[in-house]
């Protein structure tokens, strides 16, 4: 590890153990603050002596400060999730802590820089009218095209470094964000529905690019919690309709598909092929129908009501897509290729075997960057 590294590793176990620069230096043996001010910065290097006495002080093993891949809990998670399921988000934010820190150091390794990322400039206090135009804005930026499903996940990780990992998390939680010093990754579960996968997406990237300003709970779940938090969800679900079904796209496609007889089987149909053609739910698009006064509330109901529709539609049905995602994995490769990290530290660290990791790069359509 660099010097900047153990810079930011001295100054979490200082925050952890609750200690200001002056105290720590002291405990150190440094006769001013500034000698640890430099070691945070990464101005000036630890030694050896240094390091053991850290060690000893923090109760920490060695690689803690020396090994860039150490999963140290810095930062944290955010789940659509009940508390009850705390167990099994534990164990999933100790293997997601690996794919973090690896991600971390692809970015170093990589030199891969976010250029420019969008501020939303949305609060507690912003209407659904004004998130829904947010979410219009940002497609637009994005340059999404008429079903932005199909581009959303590319966009995210080529321009803003936000990778969209597909993953089994646990529980069937349909999605997670990670958040620390201004760098996210989203998890998706990729057992869940095309259509949920989609509008799941969308809802993550609402909390990662509003994380300052509305900050979400570990349990971010839509339904139960504090009004704060419903509020919350209820924007980042909101924010995800405006995204993915673009007012004047969906008013086009409804005029044009339209039926003619406007009886429940007509709109059933209308229902399900629209879902199909923006690559979400029925139940997303009808939502997003009611909001357009294209559908009334009644009517969204009978149709949710009809679960063959569900069933029958393609944005809700089921099919795993590979794991992790093409651009995470591109990127592992190039420093595969460059010998900068052995084929089994990066296998240990994605919880996979050699054999598994390669068939994750064929999947991909990616060249496999190593002999089994």
């Known amino acids: 590890m660099n010097n900047s590294s153990i810079g930011v590793r001295v100054t979490l176990l200082r925050q952890e153990l609750g200690l200001t620069q002056a105290a720590l230096a002291a405990k150190m043996g440094f006769n001013h603050r500034q000698t640890l ?9 630890l030694s050896v002596d240094e390091l053991i006495k850290l060690i000893e002080i923090g109760e920490r093993p060695v690689e803690y400060f020396t090994d860039p ?57 912003s209407s659904f009218e004004d998130v829904t135009l947010v979410a219009s804005r940002l497609a637009s930026w994005f340059e999404l095209g008429p079903v932005p499903a199909l581009h959303l996940a590319p966009r995210l990780e080529n321009e803003l470094l936000i990778p969209v990992l597909f993953v ?20 998706i579960n990729r057992k869940d529905a095309e259509g949920r996968r989609n509008f799941d997406l969308a809802h993550e990237l609402f909390h990662a690019l509003t994380w300052e300003d509305l900050p979400p709970d570990r349990f971010d779940p839509d339904r139960s919690g504090p009004p704060a938090a419903k509020r919350r969800e209820q924007l980042a679900n909101r924010f ?40 979400v739910s029925v139940q997303a698009f009808c939502r997003r129908l009611v909001a357009l006064e294209l559908l009334d509330e009644q009517q969204c109901r009978d149709l949710l009501a009809r679960t063959d529709i569900e069933r029958s ?33 990066a296998a240990s660290l994605l919880g996979i075997d050699i054999d598994s990791l390669a068939d994750a790069f064929t999947v991909h359509d990616l060249a496999v960057p190593f002999e089994l």
């Not at 820190?101 to 420019?116: A, E, F, G, K, Q």
């Not at 964000?177 to 989203?186: E, K, P, Q």
Request: charged residues 25%.
């Open 69 to 125: 891949f150490f999963w140290t809990g810095e930062g944290v998670f955010s789940f659509r999730a009940d508390p009850a399921s705390a167990t099994a988000i534990d164990d999933f934010e100790r293997v997601a802590g690996g794919w973090v820190m690896l991600w971390r150091w692809l970015c170093d390794v990589n030199n891969l820089r976010v250029t420019s990322r969008p501020r939303l400039g949305i609060s507690k206090k």
């Open 37 to 45: 001010q430099a070691i945070e910065r990464g101005d000036r290097k």
């Open 168 to 187: 089994d998390l646990p529980g069937g939680i349909p999605g997670a964000t990670y958040h620390h010093a201004g760098m996210n990754l989203i998890f």
């Open 313 to 345: 539609s393609r944005g809700s049905s089921h099919s795993d897509i590979p794991i992790f995602s093409r651009f995470f994995l591109s990127q592992l490769g190039t420093a595969l290729d460059e010998g900068r990290l052995s084929v089994r530290r």
């Open 240 to 279: 995800a309709s405006g995204l993915l079904l673009p007012e004047m796209s969906v008013r086009k496609y409804v005029k044009r598909s339209m039926p003619s007889t406007l009886d429940d089987s007509a709109f059933a149909v209308l229902a399900r092929k629209g879902a199909e053609h923006f690559r």
